[in-house]
């Protein structure tokens, strides 16, 4: 049997030509029968594509060969083409929609004036040091708040943003100004949405802004459950979740009737980007009736 993979991967530097990357990416994922989703931007390249191993290395090293992308970051993880309905590559204006394109800097060694990069270790080792001086580390979602519903670091703030548009707004709107003074740790899925937010955190006034590099994926894979992240990591294809170890506790809890859970479920109404967790016995129940956002949005 073949073995696959999936690919997570991203590359911020300046692109004069999104356009013709966006042909030749979707050409190479065509020749080697990848499917998922890529964007291009004049800020670089965010992908994740699934395939047969052989294949999506093949694309690694071949996108790799382009001198913008041979830094590119890359986790691998379970899953493979089935995972995703089909190959879609896109040229927008971000390759993360903050909504703030013109704000951001690019040059070629990444995004300019953003957090300091920490490993997973050195996230550790800067929890023990702001505690033996009596400080605390703040963890930052970087994520769409009902991801963190099913996993997030101990202790963490999880702004109330429904997509990374809301993010500026939520920075702007003081409630974190408290914050700005105290060391914050960003954290997203594989990495790249905390490039953009810690760059975005330090030009509004944050001063001792991190993130961890390679995200929660490659905290994951240094600490699995063992360390400070809980729960399950929600993914953008048809797995939903995933877990790092078999020991991963189960955090969410199910919308219909509390009871823990790791599954969440979309809503019943196609346009709703809502998603919310329910257990095995109700998630039948996300498929027949809306979300309480949008009972509330007709409602009102």
């Known amino acids: 049997m073949a073995l696959n993979r999936i690919a997570l991967y991203y590359a911020f530097a300046p692109l004069q030509d999104p356009e013709a990357v966006r042909l030749w990416q979707r050409a190479l ?3 080697l029968g990848l499917r998922g989703r890529i964007l291009v931007s004049r800020h670089g390249l965010n992908g994740t594509v699934g395939g047969p191993l052989d294949a999506v290395k093949q694309y690694v090293k071949t996108t790799r060969e382009h001198p913008a992308f041979r830094d590119m970051d890359v986790k691998y993880s379970e899953g493979g083409a089935e995972d995703f309905p089909r190959l879609s590559v896109k040229a927008r204006d971000e390759i993360v929609s903050f909504g703030a394109p013109d704000e951001l800097r690019v040059d070629e060694s990444g995004v300019v004036g953003g957090g300091t990069h920490l490993t997973p270790q050195q996230v550790h080792e800067l929890v023990e040091e702001k505690k033996a001086d009596g400080k605390d580390v703040v963890f930052f979602d970087g994520r769409n708040a009902f991801e963190a519903q099913i996993g997030r670091f101990k202790g963490a703030v999880v702004p109330d943003v429904s997509t990374t548009h809301d993010f500026i707004a939520e920075l702007e709107s003081g409630k974190y100004d408290h914050l ?3 060391a914050v740790v960003t954290y997203c899925t594989g990495g790249i949405r905390c490039e953009v937010l810690s760059a975005l955190m330090v030009n509004r006034g944050f001063k001792d802004v991190y993130q961890i590099e ?6 994951g894979e240094a600490f699995g459950d063992s360390g400070l992240w809980e729960g399950s ?3 953008f294809d048809r797995r939903m979740s995933m877990d790092f170890t078999e020991d991963a506790a189960v955090i969410g ?3 219909e009737c509390e009871a823990p859970t790791s599954l969440l479920r979309n809503c019943s109404d196609p346009g709703c ?3 919310q967790p329910f257990c095995e016995s109700h998630e039948d129940r996300s498929a027949a009736e809306p979300c309480e956002v949008c009972r509330e949005r007709r409602a009102a």
């Open 233 to 235: 990591l929600y993914v």
């Open 29 to 31: 994922c065509e020749k």
């Open 214 to 219: 390679g995200g929660i994926v490659r905290y």
């Open 180 to 182: 700005k003074d105290q």
């Open 273 to 275: 980007r809502t998603l």
């Open 253 to 255: 809890r199910c919308a």
